[in-house]
């Protein structure tokens, strides 16, 4: 018998080293909601569907039924080609995403 659409959530979760907290605070939901898709408590619906798709780059087909690729593009290919965006930027812009990124960091605590 295969995983179920709650156990693929938390291989997704695993897979991106973050924790339920770190998860579901991307996600904008609560760690406990999280925790009870982990558990199988709660169903997987289709806003969830929808987040973790659209957030993380994963493959619906696969959180869905478990087939094929668990992401459409590999987390380290996504972080490699924001680097390489940033890189194009003139330093003043890079700046701006600096501080962008610390009131972003801010906000999610």
């Known amino acids: ?23 579901s605070s991307i996600l904008a939901l609560s760690n406990g909601y999280i925790g009870g898709v982990e558990s199988g408590i709660r169903r997987v619906n289709g ?12 493959n619906e ?7 094929g690729e668990m992401f459409t593009q ?7 080609k924001l680097v390489g965006l940033f890189k194009e930027l003139p330093p003043k812009y890079q700046d ?11 906000v999610k605590e």
């Open 61 to 67: 087909t696969w959180l869905t039924l478990g087939k």
């Open 1 to 23: 018998m295969g995983d179920s659409i709650n156990q693929r959530v938390k291989q997704i979760r695993k897979a991106l080293e973050l924790s339920q907290r770190n998860f």
């Open 47 to 58: 806003r969830l569907i929808k987040l973790i798709v659209s957030e993380f780059g994963v």
């Open 96 to 106: 701006v995403v600096y501080q962008m990124i610390d009131v972003l960091l801010k």
């Open 74 to 80: 590999n987390p380290d290919e996504k972080f490699t």
